[in-house]
């Protein structure tokens, strides 16, 4: 699976989109590009995942570049509670693990 | 609906005793994947179990650890000889399938410290 690159850290003010950057400049054709985060002390938390298309639900938004080698998770009003380590992970054909690597350490801050 | 349940959520054990965790996947999924990060660092897969077979166990040590996930009851991970580098959290995820779906859903974790 494709190697990510993230920003170990980024602060976010209360009730601002949070957007959070991952590069994937390696990343092949049947792989997805999947969020998880982990806010303190709980387990990780699946959030959003995409090949090629935008996509959104209730929790977030994900942009992925039309060459695929970078995305980008937002959180549309990010709230204290969004405070937590998000992780992007490549993953693709019949592999079923997860690489996490050291994530983003999002802080939101009132 | 519950969710992914393991237990117990802290476990505390002496040096040379075992361990045992918990994992009851989530209703209708076959799938338990067990993973563990140790302090300050990210998750790393450990096993991959259906009900009665092990699938894939190429993340665990190759001594002391072993996993299994019977027709009936919960998926245990069992530490043996416990040192202290095990000191870990330990979380399990489960599915309904095997690959293709990775939204996995996570447990809250066993926190294991040896003292």
């Known amino acids: 699976d494709a190697k990510t690159t993230q920003p170990p850290s980024m602060d976010c003010a209360e009730g601002r989109a949070a957007n959070l950057p991952c590069n994937h400049s390696t990343i092949s054709g049947n792989e997805y590009v999947y969020w998880y985060r982990q806010i303190h002390s709980q387990g990780p938390q699946y959030i959003i995942h995409?090949?090629?298309n935008n996509e959104t639900n209730e929790m977030a938004s994900l942009i992925i570049t039309e060459d695929r080698k970078s995305s980008t998770l937002i959180l549309p009003h990010a709230t204290l509670r969004d405070t937590a380590v998000y992780y992007c992970i490549v993953i693709g054909g019949s592999n079923y693990k997860l690489t996490f690597g050291k994530g983003t350490l999002l802080t939101v801050n009132p | 609906n519950a969710g992914v349940m393991q237990n117990p959520r802290h476990l505390v054990r002496r040096r040379g005793q075992e361990a045992r965790l918990r994992c009851s996947p989530m209703k209708g999924h076959s799938h338990v994947y067990w993973y563990r990060q140790l302090p300050e660092e990210g998750l790393k897969f450990m096993v991959y179990?259906?009900?009665?077979?092990?699938?894939?166990e190429s993340g665990m040590p190759k001594e002391r650890f072993s996993a299994e996930f019977p027709k009936e009851g919960p998926s245990i991970l069992r530490i043996q000889q416990v040192v202290r580098g095990d000191s870990a959290a330990y979380f399990c995820?489960?599915?309904?399938?095997?690959?293709?779906?990775?939204?996995?859903?996570f447990g809250s974790g066993t926190r294991l410290t040896v003292v």
């Open positions: 179990l259906q009900k009665e077979n092990i699938i894939d």
């Open positions: 995409g090949l090629k």
């Open positions: 995820a489960s599915s309904n399938d095997g690959q293709g779906n990775r939204g996995y859903t």
